[in-house]
C-alpha cells in the first residue's frame, strides 16, 4: 500500500504516512500565507481538501478506491463582529483518522 497526498492542487504518493503528513503541513502552512495575503482573511478553498489516502501504489483514485487517513479539521470557529467583511474565523489542523472514530 502506498500512501496518497491530496495537497489541494494533485495527488503525491508516499512510502510512509509519516513522509505524507508532512507533506500535508507544508500544504497547510502554504494555506495559511495566502489567507494573511487574502485582503479578507480568508482561507484558500482547497485547504480543506488536503488529505492523505493509503490505497495501492497503481490507484488512479486514491480517494474513491482507499482508505482516507488523515485529513483537514476546523477548529477555534468563531462568529466575526458585525460589519466585518466575514461571517467568522477559524483555523485548521491536520487529524489523523482511526479505526474507533
Request: proline fraction near 4%.
Amino acid at each position: 500500500m502506498t500512501f496518497h497526498e491530496y495537497d489541494g492542487e494533485g495527488w503525491h504518493k508516499h512510502e510512509t504516512l509519516e513522509t505524507a503528513l508532512t507533506g500535508c503541513k507544508k500544504s497547510l502552512e502554504a494555506a495559511k500565507k495566502c489567507a494573511q495575503l487574502d485582503y479578507n482573511k480568508e482561507w484558500p478553498d482547497w485547504v480543506e481538501q488536503i488529505s492523505v489516502y493509503e490505497a495501492p501504489n497503481d490507484c488512479e483514485y486514491p480517494d474513491e478506491d482507499g482508505k482516507q487517513v488523515a485529513r483537514m479539521h476546523m477548529i477555534n470557529k468563531q462568529e466575526a463582529e458585525p460589519g466585518t467583511s466575514c461571517d467568522f474565523y477559524c483555523e485548521f489542523e491536520l487529524v489523523t483518522i482511526t479505526d474507533k472514530q
